[in-house]
């Protein structure tokens, strides 16, 4: 008799994953950027702006999770802002599609093993301020995460982060800074606030709205979080903004609906856009100076 060959199966660890990722998407471009955006629900259109650019789906990245909400087109697009190198994500994955949080993260590490060293994370979001209006822009300073859990759970690998990341500068200072002062040129109004996350997909409550309020929050949305964690955890420096495309439950005597959201992003494309076509040479001039002190 022969003698039986067991075959284990060979479960690649998540770093190896990403750093697969990563090697197939730069193997795709020229580029290599150490700024990347991800865009939010609406807000997609940013990505057509870019020039020399290469445009991948999610699903010919391996292991990418793949997007299936309204207004999440799905593609990563490597290309340039003025003269700076980019990559932009044209869609995200959130908890509420089903996907794990690990699988949420996994775009962002993937973007860190391309080099990414700056994210600016976009976001469609529920106004709670009183001080916000449909269509305006608001810098994120801190975040709450409310979605029941952390995408950090689970045997941590050294070579991603740290056991326990420290998240009180995680929303990088400096560039909140150049984003006020780039606002401020465009004559565009910018607020500052705090975004709490919560699982969705249904929108939150009248109640769930008066109690985030009373703790503090300033804006509420389904994304983001996560990938700020995730961002923390690797050392890549957070900028991030929401776009107020509705007002939280109870705010207003009307119903909320997605298409509302797409509506606003729609409206609000241009001045989002040129926002962050200023901030962006910013951002990668100051990892310049960083890399060189």
């Known amino acids: 008799m022969n003698p039986r060959v067991n075959k284990r199966r060979v479960v ?52 990418f999770p793949v997007s299936t909400a309204i207004g999440h087109a799905g593609r990563l ?18 908890y509420y599609e089903g996907y794990s949080l690990d699988q949420v ?72 800074q150049f984003a006020k002062e780039e606002a401020s040129k465009l004559g565009l109004q910018i607020f500052e606030g705090v975004y709490a996350a919560l699982s969705g997909p249904s929108y939150e409550t009248p109640a769930e709205i008066r ?14 979080v996560p990938e700020i964690i995730a961002a923390g955890h690797l050392g890549v420096r957070v900028l991030g903004i929401s776009c107020v495309t509705n007002m939280a439950a109870g705010i207003l005597d009307q119903p909320i609906t997605a298409e509302e959201v797409i509506e606003t992003g729609e409206r609000v494309k241009g001045q989002f856009a040129a926002l962050l076509t200023a901030i962006i040479p910013r951002i990668s001039a100051d990892l310049g100076a960083a890399a060189n002190s």
């Open 12 to 63: 690649a660890s998540a770093f190896d994953q990403a750093e697969k990722a990563a090697k197939y998407v730069l193997s795709r471009s020229r580029l290599r950027p150490a700024v990347a955006v991800v865009l939010g629900s609406g807000l997609g259109a940013f990505a057509d702006g870019l020039t020399q650019a290469t445009a991948i789906d999610y699903r010919k990245i391996p292991n």
């Open 77 to 94: 697009i490597v290309g340039k802002v003025d003269h700076v190198p980019v990559a932009v994500m044209q869609g995200r994955v959130h």
């Open 105 to 176: 993260i996994y775009p962002m590490r993937v973007l860190a093993r391309m080099g990414v060293r700056a994210a600016i994370l976009t976001n469609a979001a529920g106004g709670i301020s009183q001080d916000y209006q449909q269509g305006c822009l608001v810098v994120l300073r801190d975040h709450m995460n409310l979605q029941g859990s952390n995408p950090l759970i689970g045997p941590n690998d050294e070579r991603f982060g740290v056991r326990f990341p420290d998240m009180t500068r995680v929303h990088w200072k400096r560039y909140r």
């Open 211 to 224: 109690y985030l309020r009373t703790i503090g929050a300033d804006l509420v949305g389904m994304s983001t």
